[in-house]
Each structure stands twice: as C-alpha cells, then as structure tokens.
C-alpha cells in the first residue's frame, strides 16, 4: 500500500481540515440507508445504518459485509463513513454502520454514553451483525471506534475469528495519552478541542437531565479541553477512576500483540492527533496477525488524493482492498485507488 499526498496540499493540518470539509467523498450516489433500533443488553438502545442498494444481485446475507464503527462524535454521515459506503456500494458488497450511543441523532437512555476502549460493545454489535450474516464479514473502526475495535480484537483473542474474518484501525489514537495530551496543545486545542467540546458538553448536559446527579455540572461547564470532559463524565460514567486511568487502562497499543485476526493498523505520521513518537514499533506488536501501515502523509482521517479539491476514497480503497484480500474476498477489490 501507498500513499502520496497532493502537492497542493501540504501539511497534517491542513490535510486534515480540507478533505473533512471540502474533498469529494463518493463516486456513485450519496449512500442511502435504511435504520434499524437495537435494544441493547442493560434496556438501552443503538441505532445501526445499513446501506440501501437497489439492483443487487444477490441477498445482502451473502455478500461481503463491511461494517464501520465511527470517530469522536461522528455518525453514518461523516465523510469517511459516506466514502467506505460509497466503496463497498462499488464493489456490491453490504455495509453496515452502527452508531455508538448518543451519536445517532437522539439521545441514549442508560446512564452511560461511548468511550475509546468500548470493546464489549463493538463485541456484541459484532456478533450481532455475524449472526444474521453468512458471507465474509470485516469491521474497519475509524479514530476512536479503531482503538475500541482493537481493543475488543485484543480482548477476545482467537475467538474474534467467530465474529469478524479482519479488522483494520484508522488513525486511531491507540495511545490515548499521547493522543489526548497532543488534541489538548495549541493550535489543536483552539480548532480541534472546541469543536468536540460543541457538542460533548451539551449532550453530557441533556444525559443529566435524564438522570440528576450523575454528574457535577459546575465540573462539567469549568472543562475546556477533553482531558477535563473525561475526568468529570467519560472516565466516572464508564467504570475508571479518573482520566488517566481511562486512558491507560482504554488503549489499545499495550495489548497488539493479543490480536488473532488479520487486523490493519493505519496511522498517517503527520496526524495531529496521534504523534507519530507515540506509533507502534514492528517489534511491539510481536505477532503474525499484525500489519502497520503508516505513511508519513495523510493527516488525521484525511488522506486526500487527485486534483484540487480531491477525493478521500484514496484509504477507504487502500483498507477495503486489504481487508477484501484477508477476508477471502479480495476478487473484486484492489488494494490501490481506482480514481485518479
């Protein structure tokens, strides 16, 4: 795999912020998709996407399924979502993209929202999709929803072979110190953090109205940057102590070396979020079932291509051609960006 970015576009930063905001994200029609409600294990629910194809000639339950668990605050509408749809809708395979809770337009009811190392419920969801599925299944997890999805791959160990045939993680901050410390510093702080904060806050503030006392509020309106957010709601409403703890205790980088499926680690080494100091090493995965790719362009989630405005379905072909490939299903997706 290979990764070049435009020499229009220059910079982590930048290569960052364009394609988010301005980059073409599909080649076909915008995804179109059907929702389905799961009622989750503890009374609660999820809202999952699955992409509408007409003229598909076989059943959904056949075809290769993709599923794309999402970033911080993101949604079946982020760019990158829309770009793996647009990819898998390509190549007439299924998609299937679960939201975790809060981020479907309407507010969960359980006491609790989604973290970065939320691995039981990647697992279940999982198993879930798996159950109803009987053709390839591969999960891709995009920023946080790529630590979680490594994370449950780590935890499971060789049992995540029932559940998924590959897993890839996309700019995710498998050191969620290095990564939350870096988004806490200048200019990310100014651009990045406010943005999160936008609708961390107010979405925390809705969950305690749903449950009084969950929280300190005054902690909670005092929090100007993420590291404060998790100590005060992410870290207590998921069972960790502090952040700190969370973060260590969340990450995915420490436990590589557990995975036992096919599992692609992608991490641009100019992603303003993730330092590339902060990347995993060959030697610290220590197993045959982990392959690192990071390119030293790309930016966070970015990964622009072609001419001015560009184009991000660049990683969504380079990831889906490699989990096609470790899926068995690699006959009708190549590895390398068909659109120039």
Same mark, same amino acid.
């Given at each position: ?22 980059? *073409? ?10 929702? @389905? ?5 503890? &009374? ?47 190549? $007439? ?13 309407? #507010? ?10 939320? !691995?039981? @419920? ?50 995710? +901050? ?8 870096? #988004?806490?510093? &200048? ?36 929090? *100007? ?13 998921? $069972? ?8 260590? *205790?969340?990450?995915?980088? +420490?436990?590589?070396?557990? #995975? ?11 992603? +303003? ?9 060959? !030697? @610290? ?13 790309? &930016? ?41």
């Amino acid at each position: 795999m290979k990764y070049v970015a435009p020499r229009w576009l220059p910079g982590g930063q930048l290569q960052t912020i364009w394609p988010a905001l301005y980059s *073409r994200r599909v080649f076909g029609p915008r995804p179109v998709y059907r929702r @389905e409600r799961w009622d989750t294990p503890d &009374g609660d629910f999820v809202d999952v996407d699955f992409l509408l194809e007409e003229g598909a000639t076989a059943p959904a339950a056949l075809r290769p399924l993709l599923v794309v668990f999402h970033g911080l605050e993101g949604s079946s509408r982020s760019h990158y979502c829309e770009a793996f749809a647009d990819w898998a809708r390509e190549r $007439g395979w299924a998609c299937a993209l679960p939201h975790f809770r809060g981020c479907s337009g309407e #507010i969960n009811r359980a006491p609790r929202a989604y973290h970065s190392g939320d !691995h039981a @419920e990647i697992g279940w969801m999982l198993q879930r999709l798996r159950a109803s599925h009987q053709g390839p299944l591969v999960a891709v997890g995009v920023s946080l929803g790529g630590n979680a999805l490594l994370r449950w791959a780590a935890e499971v160990g060789e049992d995540a072979a029932r559940s998924a045939d590959a897993v890839a993680a996309v700019c995710s +901050p498998i050191d969620l110190a290095a990564g939350g410390h870096a #988004i806490g510093r &200048g200019f990310n702080r100014q651009v990045y953090t406010r943005m999160f904060m936008r609708t961390l806050v107010p979405k925390a503030l809705r969950k305690l109205a749903q449950h009084p006392g969950l929280f300190d509020r005054q902690a909670l309106m005092a929090a *100007r940057d993420l590291y404060a957010f998790d100590n005060v709601f992410t870290a207590p409403l998921h $069972g960790f102590r502090n952040t700190e703890d969370y973060w260590r *205790r969340a990450s995915a980088k +420490p436990l590589l070396h557990h #995975i036992r499926v096919p599992a692609l680690v992608v991490n641009a080494r100019n992603d +303003p979020f993730v330092p590339a100091a902060s990347l995993p090493l060959p !030697h @610290e995965v220590r197993n045959g079932f982990v392959t690192l790719w990071q390119p030293p362009h790309g &930016g966070h989630v970015g990964f622009a291509h072609g001419r001015l405005p560009g184009h991000v379905r660049a990683m969504p072909d380079a990831v889906g051609g490699w989990l096609a490939e470790h899926a068995g299903a690699g006959t009708r997706a190549s590895a390398q960006s068909p659109h120039g």
